[in-house]
Every structure is written in structure tokens, then in C-alpha cells.
């Protein structure tokens, strides 16, 4: 398996999908409760297939990523070869990013000397997907980039 399988939840918004990945290997509702009840290895692979498939289409669509932590901000923009990062760091340590509050109080100080802003710039390591999937699985969600291309506005005018 190259990502992580999908939880529960995830394959029950995925359940049309999923029948739908099934039927193109010609397998049918009792086609399919009949591999699980006599080869559960080869529905368990199943479902990984499944979920690498539906990893490979995320990743592959994924422009922009945030982490957000009590201090610090961290906005990513991936590119074909690269991603672009702006990270944004509380010196205030009473800030919590995590709150609305904090928010409001980082767009009230972001070009005082309370707010750190580091950008960088980094060539995938791996292919593109492994990277961003790895950004996920340290907390990074995907997002619109609202943040990233206000911010990145903000900083280069």
C-alpha cells in the first residue's frame, strides 16, 4: 500500500465510488459479500487498492496545504516540482492560532516584530503525492489557499 487506507467514514462517503471501482472488476454486491466472507485478504486488498486510487486523485489535485499549531502557521503552495512555503511564527506566546482570537490578533501584528515570516522554497524529496501525503499525516489539511495567497499578497506588495 503506498498512502493509508481510508477510515470507515471515508469509504461510507465513498460507497457509490466504491461500487463503482468494484463493477468495473465485474464484482457485484453478493460477488462482494462473498470475497469478504470466504477471502478476506483478497477484500482487505481491495480496499487498499481502493484507497491508494482515491489518495493518488487527492494528492494529485492538492494546490495548497495549512497547519496550524498554538504559534505557528504553516501555508504551503505545491507546485509541479516544488513547494512554496510562508510560515508564521507568534513571539507572543499567550497567541493561540488555534482560536479565532489568534487569528484576529496575528491580522492586527503581522508586520510588527512580534510576528516572524519565513518563506522558503523546496524541490520534492520524493515523487510530489509522497511529500504532500507525508504534510498530511503531520497534520496538514487541505485548503482553498485564501490564507496562503492573502498573505503571500500582503507580503510581496
Known amino acids: 500500500m503506498?498512502?493509508?487506507r481510508l477510515t470507515k467514514e471515508q469509504f461510507e462517503a465513498l460507497h457509490?465510488?466504491?461500487?463503482?471501482?468494484?463493477?468495473?472488476?465485474?464484482?457485484?454486491?453478493?460477488e462482494w459479500d462473498k470475497i469478504k466472507a470466504e477471502k478476506p485478504e483478497v477484500a482487505e486488498q481491495e480496499l487498499d487498492v481502493f484507497?491508494?486510487?482515491?489518495?493518488?486523485?487527492?494528492l494529485s489535485n492538492a494546490q495548497y496545504l495549512e497547519h496550524f499549531?498554538?504559534?505557528?502557521?504553516f501555508l504551503f503552495h505545491c507546485q509541479e516540482k516544488f513547494i512554496q512555503s510562508i510560515v508564521l511564527k507568534a513571539l507572543d506566546t499567550e497567541v493561540n492560532f488555534m482560536e479565532k482570537k489568534g487569528l484576529q490578533w496575528l491580522s492586527d501584528n503581522l508586520?510588527?516584530?512580534?510576528?516572524?515570516?519565513?518563506?522558503?522554497?523546496?524541490?520534492?524529496?520524493?515523487?510530489?503525492?509522497?511529500?504532500?501525503?507525508?504534510?498530511?499525516?503531520?497534520g496538514a489539511i487541505l485548503s482553498d489557499g485564501q490564507l496562503y495567497l492573502q498573505?503571500?499578497?500582503?507580503?510581496?506588495?
Open 2 to 4: 503506498k498512502y493509508k
Open 16 to 30: 457509490q465510488e466504491f461500487s463503482n471501482f468494484l463493477a468495473t472488476q465485474s464484482i457485484d454486491k453478493s
Open 51 to 58: 484507497s491508494d486510487l482515491i489518495w493518488e486523485g487527492v
Open 69 to 73: 499549531s498554538k504559534n505557528h502557521i
Open 111 to 138: 508586520f510588527t516584530d512580534t510576528v516572524e515570516i519565513h518563506l522558503g522554497k523546496k524541490e520534492y524529496e520524493e515523487s510530489r503525492n509522497t511529500s504532500i501525503f507525508d504534510l498530511i499525516m503531520q
Open 151 to 157: 498573505i503571500n499578497g500582503i507580503i510581496q506588495s
